[in-house]
């Protein structure tokens, strides 16, 4: 469905259910790569059918992780994304593990943190954020909740801060902090949610 809401600019929002590989009736087991994966097919798919309308990569914390897989493999192949959101995003799983508020009370448990760290490393799952932005060109807005206790706003800050530094047009990388009441999961509810990016992709896409 295309919506014009801004003035001379029409824009393309695609709001999909994607069953990923393992989850749902989707066959396989899940993992990085095939979520990775996953969603390539699914951006190549709807760009190839948007014509001149931009397609916009939004990922939601885990899916952060996702998207940034996704816009460093189309950076890689010449087709960079038309722009990216990152949504309460973490800088990798690694830090996002041993800092998840559930997992914080077993981290003096002797052998605690190696079993963790032998466990992502065995299923490689990683979702580098902070390493995937160094290699980005495409406009960059992260949100991020001031009082999100599953992702906490210094990760995303720290995200925004390797992003500004690593972006040659400083323009294209963009954070917005939204005030207490929506946590980690609820910033969809914050009047000011599409108001934020329908303003940051008019000036990037003018």
């Excluded at 393309?12 to 069953?19: E, K, N, P, S």
């Excluded at 990569?57 to 952060?64: A, N, R």
């Excluded at 390797?162 to 939204?178: D, L, P, T």
Aim: overall charge positive; glycine content about 6%; some cysteine.
């Amino acid at each position: 469905m295309k919506q014009p809401f801004m003035t001379g600019t029409q824009l393309l929002f695609i709001f999909m259910a994607v069953q990923n590989t393992g989850f749902g009736d989707s066959t396989g087991k899940p993992t990085e790569e095939g979520l990775t994966v996953d969603a390539i097919c699914v951006y190549e798919w709807t760009k190839a059918r948007s014509g001149t309308t931009p397609v916009c990569l939004w990922g939601h914390s885990l899916g952060t992780g996702v998207a940034t897989n996704a816009a460093k493999v189309l950076e890689e192949k010449g087709c960079p994304v038309d722009a990216i959101v990152l949504e309460a995003p973490f800088t990798n799983m690694w830090v996002a593990s041993i800092n998840y508020p559930l997992l914080k009370i077993y981290r003096k448990l002797p052998g605690f943190l190696r079993t963790l760290m032998d466990a992502l490393r065995k299923d490689k799952i990683v979702f580098p954020n902070d390493e995937n932005v160094k290699f980005l060109s495409s406009p960059l807005l992260i949100i991020h909740g001031e009082d999100d206790r599953t992702v906490p706003l210094e990760y995303g800050k720290k995200l925004y801060e390797i992003a500004h530094n690593a972006y040659r047009n400083k323009e294209r990388v963009k954070m917005v902090i939204f005030p207490p009441g929506f946590q980690h999961n609820f910033l969809c509810k914050s009047p000011k949610l599409l108001i934020t990016v329908r303003d940051f992709l008019s000036k990037q896409w003018a």
